[in-house]
C-alpha cells in the first residue's frame, strides 16, 4: 500500500513539501482553509476587471534561485519568469536614484566613486551563487555542503548593514541601495547579520534576477499545484484544518502553519518544551499594503525609475534606519520604508491598454491599525514622483489585520512568519537541532517560521518532506 501524507495550508511551502513527497511516491492531500490555493502567493483582478494584483508576494528573487523550483522545471506548467529591464531602483531627494542591474558591471559604473566597493562586496557572492543560494536557502546548523560560498560573503557578513555601508561607500546612492536590498529582512540597518541580507539580495539581482510571474505570482502556486496533480496528488480547498484528528489517518502530516496555528490545533499532543518553544515565538513587524489602479506611468522624478520592477522608497540610509527603530518601538514613521513593485514593466498582462498596477507595501508597527498607514505610503510615492495622486483610478488598503483575516499566518501583518532577529534567525521555531521536527511522530513543520524563513521558495517545504521521507524509510 502507497504511504499517505497530508499537508495543511497550501502557501509555496506547504505545495513544495507536497510535492516532494508526491514525486517520492506518497498519496498527498493538501488541506486549504481557503477558497483558493497560494497562500501568501495569490493573486486576484482586485482593482476591477482586467487587473491582476499580487495578493502577497509579488518579486522573486527567492523563486528564480529556489534550488526546488529550479529542479521541478515548472515551465512545464507555465510558470515563466520575467525580468524588468532595471532589477530595483533607489530614488533619492536629490540627484540620480542608485539602480541595481543584473549587470554587476553596469550598476558599479553608476555607483562611480563607490562602484568598485560594490564589486568587491557582491563578486564573490556572485560568483558562487548556486551554492550561495542552496546554503541560505537551508537550515543554517547544518554541517555546510558548500563551506566556500559561505565564506564568500567574507568578514563582513555579520556586520550590521549600517556599518558596512558607512565602511565601504561614500554616497548617499550606494549606501541607500544596499541599506534597501537588506531591508527586505525587516530588520533595521544596524542590527547584526544585515550585512549579509544586503549581500545576498545584491548578488541575487546580479545573478538569478528579481523577477515576477508572468500572470502574476498565482502562477507560482498553480504550477506547484499542476505538478502535484501530474503525481497523483490534490488541493481540497475550503477546508481548514482545526484539529490534527481530521487528516491523521495519514502516515506523515506536514503543517504550514505558523507557530500560533499550531497551538491551536486540536488532537496534536506536543512535548511541553516544544510547545513553550511555540509559545514565545516572536512576530515582527507589519505590513500595510496599498494596491493602485493608475490611469498611466508613475511620474517618478528620476524617470529610470520607471524601468524597475522594485522600488525601494526609504531615502538615506540613515532614514531608513530612523524608520525601523520607530517601527520597532511600535510607532508609524512619518516617512515608513515602503517596498514598491511595478510588475507592470515586465509583465503587460497585469493591467488593461493604458492602466497600470502599482504594489506596495510599508513597514509599519506589528498589529499596526493607525488609519494614517495609507496616507503615508502615498506620502512617500508623491515625494518621489510628484503628481502620482493625481493618476489614481482606485486604492485599496490592506492592514495587518485585513492581511491576517485573510491568511492566518500573517499574524501581525508579518509577511516573514516570525521576526528574523536574534535567536530566531537561526533557531527557527525552536532551539533543537532539527528545525522541521515537532516532537510528534510524523508530524512535521514546514512554515516560513522554519528555516530559511519567508519568501517564496518552498525550500522549507522541500527540507521538512525530506526529513519526513527520511523518516518514514526508517519506520
Ligand atoms: C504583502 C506581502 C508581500 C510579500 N512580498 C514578497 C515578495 O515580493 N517576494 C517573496 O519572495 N515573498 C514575499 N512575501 C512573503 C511570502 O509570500 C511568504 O513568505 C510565503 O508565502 C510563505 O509561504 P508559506 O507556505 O510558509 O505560508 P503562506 O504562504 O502564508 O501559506 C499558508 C497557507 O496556510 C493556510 N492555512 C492557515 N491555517 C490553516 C488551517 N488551519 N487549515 C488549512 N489551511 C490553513 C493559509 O490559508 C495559507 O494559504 C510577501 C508576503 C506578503 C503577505
Known amino acids: 500500500m502507497r504511504a499517505t501524507a497530508a499537508v495543511v495550508g497550501s502557501g509555496p ?9 508526491a514525486r517520492a511516491g506518497l498519496e498527498v492531500v493538501v488541506h486549504e482553509a481557503a477558497p483558493t490555493p497560494g497562500g501568501a502567493a495569490r493573486s486576484a483582478p482586485l482593482l476591477g476587471p482586467g487587473t491582476v494584483v499580487d495578493l502577497g508576494a509579488a518579486v522573486h528573487p527567492f523563486g528564480a534561485a ?81 563551506p566556500a560560498a559561505l ?18 561607500f561614500r554616497t548617499e546612492r550606494a ?40 500572470g502574476g505570482s498565482q502562477a507560482v502556486a ?46 496534536l499532543d506536543l512535548p511541553p518544551r ?30 529610470r525609475v520607471g524601468r524597475a520592477g522594485t522600488v525601494h522608497l526609504g531615502g538615506t540610509l540613515a532614514e531608513i534606519g530612523a524608520a525601523a527603530a520607530q517601527v520597532r518601538a511600535g510607532r508609524l514613521p512619518e516617512r515608513p520604508f515602503v517596498l514598491v513593485a511595478q510588475q507592470g514593466v515586465a509583465d503587460p498582462s497585469r493591467a488593461p491598454a493604458g492602466r497600470h498596477v502599482l504594489w506596495a507595501y510599508a513597514h ?13 505610503v502615498l506620502g512617500q510615492l508623491e515625494r518621489f514622483a510628484p503628481g502620482v495622486r493625481d493618476r489614481v483610478l482606485a486604492r485599496v488598503d490592506t492592514p495587518p489585520a485585513r492581511l491576517e483575516e485573510w491568511n492566518p499566518n500573517l499574524v501581525g501583518g508579518d509577511v516573514g512568519g516570525g521576526a528574523l532577529d536574534g535567536l530566531q534567525q537561526v533557531f527557527r521555531p525552536a532551539v533543537q537541532a532539527d ?5 510528534v511522530p510524523g508530524v512535521w513543520l514546514c512554515s516560513s517560521s522554519t528555516p530559511p524563513g519567508g519568501g517564496v521558495h518552498a525550500m522549507a517545504g522541500a527540507h521538512a518532506a525530506a526529513r519526513a521521507l527520511r523518516e518514514l524509510a526508517r519506520r
Open 66 to 146: 529556489s534550488p526546488l523550483l529550479r529542479a521541478l522545471d515548472l515551465g512545464r506548467h507555465g510558470l515563466e519568469w520575467l525580468h524588468p529591464p532595471v532589477v530595483a531602483a533607489h530614488p533619492l531627494d536629490d540627484g540620480p536614484a542608485g539602480l541595481l542591474h543584473r549587470s554587476l558591471a553596469r550598476t558599479a559604473e553608476e555607483l562611480g566613486p563607490d562602484g568598485r566597493a560594490w564589486t568587491a562586496l557582491h563578486r564573490g557572492v556572485a560568483e558562487r551563487w548556486e551554492d550561495v543560494a542552496e546554503t541560505a536557502l537551508g537550515p543554517l546548523l547544518r554541517r555546510p555542503r558548500h
Open 274 to 303: 516544544y510547545r513553550r518553544a511555540l509559545a514565545r515565538w516572536r512576530h515582527g513587524p507589519g505590513a500595510h499594503k496599498v494596491d493602485l489602479l493608475l490611469d498611466g506611468p508613475v511620474p517618478w522624478r528620476d524617470p
Open 175 to 214: 549606501r541607500g541601495l544596499f541599506a534597501g536590498s537588506a531591508a527586505h529582512a525587516v530588520l533595521p540597518p544596524g542590527h547584526v547579520l544585515t550585512s549579509a541580507f544586503g549581500t545576498l539580495f545584491g548578488a541575487a539581482a546580479h545573478t538569478t534576477g528579481w523577477p515576477v510571474a508572468r
Open 222 to 267: 498553480d504550477a506547484l499545484v499542476a505538478e502535484l496533480a501530474a503525481h497523483g496528488g490534490r488541493v481540497v480547498t475550503d477546508s481548514p484544518v482545526t484539529d490534527l484528528r481530521q487528516v491523521r489517518p495519514a502516515d506523515v502530516v506536514l503543517l504550514d502553519l505558523a507557530p500560533r496555528q499550531v497551538l491551536a490545533l486540536g488532537g
Open 435 to 439: 528545525p522541521y521536527a515537532t516532537g
Open 151 to 168: 565564506a564568500s560573503f567574507g568578514l563582513r557578513a555579520p556586520w550590521p548593514a549600517a556599518a558596512t555601508a558607512r565602511a565601504l
Open 364 to 376: 509599519v508597527p506589528h498589529g499596526c491599525a493607525d488609519p494614517a498607514a495609507g496616507e503615508r
Open 13 to 21: 511551502n506547504g505545495l513544495g513539501a507536497a510535492v516532494v513527497l
